[in-house]
């Protein structure tokens, strides 16, 4: 049990599954995993245990941005022995070649700044993916016929932007999407020796302002969940 975590030893698995919101972490435990088993509810940020295949799996909340997955993430890995933590979300598409409905596995993800920046200082560090859980999912994306994009995103500090210069740039520099919380989970998982992926459902468009409808993302984003966990155990 930890300050923001209220599971028992034992009852994370080592397979996290990191959605931001943690209504969607029970939408994706019930839907996917069977004999479920709520194992947080502090803060209302819940997390879930369960069997996919024969494989235990935790899908957790992360809350919204790099300070609030940072403190999931390095109590879920430190205090509870985590191993591969994959984050399923939503993203905003920032190329012509990317549709909304499409999956974006990020490669890498960009940042201004993380939680971790201090601990660099002037260094720019470079968060990537683990490519074994990489190759697993593109792999996995492309057997179910999930229109895939792999290649770099942008992890941002505030989800109302005001700078256009930065996002032309981004474009300019195949950025294939922006969210806000990759950057540290890889920069964690590095630190702690684990393996991470963020698979992000692209649920808007920043250049065609095509946007998903409420009553299909469910759909759009079990798509993601699914490969994710093909992922995690491939």
Known sequence: MTIHIGAEPGQIAETVLLPGDPYRARWAAETFLEDVELVNEVRGM??????WK???????????????????????????????????GSCGGMQESVNVRDVILAM??????????????????????????????????????TPVHAGGI??????????????????????????????ELYTLAARYGCRALAVL????HLITHEALPADERERSFGDMVEIALEAAFA
């Open 46 to 51: 819940l997390g879930y245990t369960g069997i």
């Open 54 to 88: 024969g494989h235990r799996v935790t899908i957790h909340g992360s809350g919204m941005g790099m300070p609030s997955l940072s403190i999931y993430v390095n109590e879920l890995i430190r205090e509870y022995g985590a191993k591969t933590l994959i984050r399923i």
């Open 108 to 145: 890498t993800a960009s940042s201004m700044s993380t939680p971790s920046r201090g601990i660099f200082k002037e260094f720019d560090f470079a968060p990537c993916a683990d490519y074994g859980l990489l190759a697993a999912a593109h792999a996995a994306a492309t057997a179910k016929g």
């Open 154 to 183: 942008y992890s941002a500090d505030v989800f109302y932007d005001e700078r256009p210069d930065l996002n032309e740039q981004m474009t300019r520099h195949g950025i294939l999407g922006v969210e806000m919380e990759a950057a």
């Open 201 to 204: 459902t692209v649920s808007d």
